[in-house]
């Protein structure tokens, strides 16, 4: 197995280690599991971690396993360090020898190698541990923003002082990292507007409250917020992704149904995004002799790296990739992700690892065509790894 990463990566990792890796990979792509629905992979994770002799391995929160691996000092603070498990409900097409056997469900998103990195971080650790423990967290229903809270809401991370993650990312080659302070991530807000009005025949539409003209003025007006009422230098975004009305082509509906997303890096303009789209549905909705039913939920918040873990992370992956290999992220992610959740309670820093292979087109997450480069496997894992070290050896020294 021929690798072109650094020497002092590759070196972690044993051969057996690396096709067991490998191997497991290959295995979990080959058998995804939709959210809170990951029975097989939690139980594979399970069994895996199990060989490790962790202090304490356990399930919680359905199908989310915890693993406890030893530390030097058991006075020392705890950190741990966070692989997402769940697939998505796309059909895959990426021609790979182990593609999804579970048609319409697919690793679209690189969770089997967040999970795989996860796991071989436990084995790194137990090689050579941190100053303190740390909690391996395989934690399912990332993509739908319920896992992270589940876990928290479990207890499992009570006491520890910092937590770690990282997403592939085919933008960047394998071998670089974005390790940085700062935005990385978009909160992901939800929207579901009803508007209602009074059908008639498509012949007399003065005899109707017509919804369809109504949803079509308000997707132009909602576009209006992110142009005119919020600061050109603050990224948002409002999408309108579904709408759904009317049966026939000669009658006016009741009712029309939008549903879409909100998006935003700082606490003022989420609440102005959340402001707006009411207020903006439900003067449309005036104009046009309509009601409007609106539901906003708040999902996933963003995240935003803090300084001090930042520069630990930072500084485990310049001591395995060399600086050039960290790189700065060269864009505004606008993407979710509800690693945010941890980091409301707990200080943190989440990465972005290259799973492009030399000579590899960028291609989407959530594209039926996604997949990352094995060699991200040993890239996400040596570098939680020793974040995890750094880290807990500047928390052992401040305790």
């Not at 409002?238 to 890096?265: K, Q």
């Not at 789209?277 to 995240?303: C, F, G, K, Q």
């Not at 990465?351 to 060699?375: C, N, Q």
């Amino acid at each position: 197995m021929t690798s072109l990463l650094p020497p002092i990566v590759m070196s972690q990792f044993p051969e057996a280690l690396r096709a067991r890796l490998v191997a497991l990979r290959r295995d979990l792509h080959c058998h995804p599991e939709l959210s809170l629905k990951e029975e097989r992979t939690a139980a594979k994770l399970h069994d895996e971690l199990a060989l490790l002799n962790p202090v304490s391995l356990s399930r919680v929160a359905g199908t989310a396993v915890i693993a406890r691996i030893k530390g030097r000092d058991p006075k020392a603070p705890v950190v741990a360090v966070r692989g997402d498990i769940d697939a998505l409900p796309i059909r895959e097409a990426t021609g790979l020898e182990y593609a999804s056997t579970n048609h319409g469900v697919m690793h679209a998103c690189g969770h089997d190698v967040h999970a795989t990195w996860a796991l071989g971080a436990a084995y790194l650790l137990a090689a050579n541990p941190a100053a303190g423990d740390v909690i391996v967290v395989l934690q399912p229903a990332e993509e739908i923003g319920k896992g992270a809270q589940a876990v928290l809401a479990s207890g499992a991370l009570e006491g520890v002082a910092a937590i770690f993650g990282a997403h592939v990312d085919r933008r960047f080659a394998v071998g670089q990292v974005v390790a940085q302070e700062g935005p990385l991530a978009a909160s992901a807000d939800t929207f579901d507007i009803r508007l209602v009005g009074a059908g008639a025949h498509g012949a007399r539409p003065h005899e109707a409250a017509d919804p369809v003209v109504g949803a079509g003025a308000l997707i132009g007006a909602l576009q209006t917020i992110v142009s005119r009422r919020v600061n050109p230098a603050d990224p948002a975004v409002v999408t309108v992704g579904s709408i759904h009305g009317g049966t026939a082509s000669n009658v006016i509906p009741d009712e029309v149904r939008l549903t879409g997303t909100l998006r935003a890096m700082d606490p003022h303009t989420r609440r102005l995004l959340h402001d707006e789209v009411r207020r903006i549905a439900e003067a449309v909705a005036s104009t046009y002799r309509l009601t409007a039913h609106i539901e906003m939920d708040w999902n996933t918040p963003p995240i935003v790296n803090p300084a001090r873990e930042s520069a630990w992370a930072c500084h485990a992956a310049q001591s395995l990739l060399g600086e050039e290999g960290v790189v700065p992220l060269g864009f505004v992610n606008m993407g979710g992700e509800d690693f945010a959740f941890y980091m409301e309670k707990i200080p943190g820093c989440f990465l972005r690892i290259g799973a492009r292979e030399p000579g590899g087109e960028v291609i989407p997450a959530h594209s039926p065509k996604f997949h990352a480069a094995e060699d991200s496997i040993f890239v996400g894992a040596a570098v939680l790894a020793e974040t995890a070290r750094v880290a807990s050896a500047a928390l052992a020294g401040q305790a």
